[in-house]
T-cell receptor, first 115, second 112 residues
Framework: KAGVTQTPRYLIKTRGQQVTLSCSPISGHRSVSWYQQTPGQGLQFLFEYFSETQRNKGNFPGRFSGRQFSNSRSEMNVSTLELGDSALYLC??????????????FGPGTRLLVL | GEDVEQSLFLSVREGDSSVINCTYTDSSSTYLYWYKQEPGAGLQLLTYIFSNMDMKQDQRLTVLLNKKDKHLSLRIADTQTGDSAIYFCAESSPGGYQKVTFGIGTKLQVIP
């Protein structure tokens, strides 16, 4: 079974631009979560989608948004990029996300550099 | 809010045991996890423990949980150079819908 895939793997943007990142979960997984990883802040939860609905959201500004499609693929969008948005963006999928020890499978991430 | 803390760096000699420690603040945490991240890769779930357990062993990995002190540890026996990675402690709360809170990660360096 193919793992979680994220595209693109690397991205360079300039301040003020917007960016869209894509995540394809493991086949059959309906929950997709997004995290931002930076050296100073570690992993921070962005949001989680299940059956095309955002069920949980972290403490990020409205410039960060996402969506999930009927095939469970998910995209996240960052508008008006700032230098501080440079990070590794990780996507994770799980089967049902019941709130228990649902194993999350992580993709390799998209490394975004904002100049 | 929830907070998970862990030390930033640990260095051990190959063959020795490694112990990575973590503290958390959310007393309602139900599951606690250890993830491993190798360079250029995503996170890999190593093991998890339910909050009503004190210990869990899985081959070379032993997880100890002190719920009273909100302290979690991961012991790796016979540490190998392939164990060099960043280890993340994480916790989830009831009904958290995968809102998992991660620590900043402990970089484990194994010296041959």
């Amino acid at each position: 079974k193919a793992g979680v895939t994220q595209t693109p793997r690397y991205l360079i943007k300039t301040r003020g631009q917007q960016v869209t990142l894509s995540c394809s979960p493991i086949s059959g997984h309906r929950s997709v979560s997004w995290y931002q990883q930076t050296p100073g802040q570690g992993l921070q939860f962005l949001f989680e989608y299940f059956s095309e609905t955002q069920r949980n959201k972290g403490n990020f500004p409205g410039r960060f948004s996402g969506r999930q499609f009927s095939n469970s693929r998910s995209e996240m969008n960052v508008s008006t990029l700032e230098l501080g948005d440079s990070a590794l963006y990780l996507c994770a999928s799980s089967l049902e996300a019941s709130g228990g020890a649902e194993t999350q499978y992580f993709g390799p991430g998209t490394r975004l550099l904002v100049l | 809010g929830e907070d998970v803390e862990q030390s930033l760096f640990l260095s051990v000699r190959e063959g020795d045991s490694s112990v990575i420690n973590c503290t958390y603040t959310d007393s309602s945490s139900t599951y606690l996890y250890w993830y491993k991240q190798e360079p250029g890769a995503g996170l890999q779930l190593l093991t998890y423990i339910f909050s009503n357990m004190d210990m869990k062993q899985d081959q070379r990995l032993t997880v100890l949980l002190n719920k009273k002190d909100k302290h979690l540890s991961l012991r790796i026996a016979d540490t190998q150079t392939g164990d060099s990675a960043i280890y993340f402690c994480a916790e989830s709360s009831p009904g958290g819908y995968q809102k998992v809170t991660f620590g900043i990660g402990t970089k484990l360096q194994v010296i041959p």
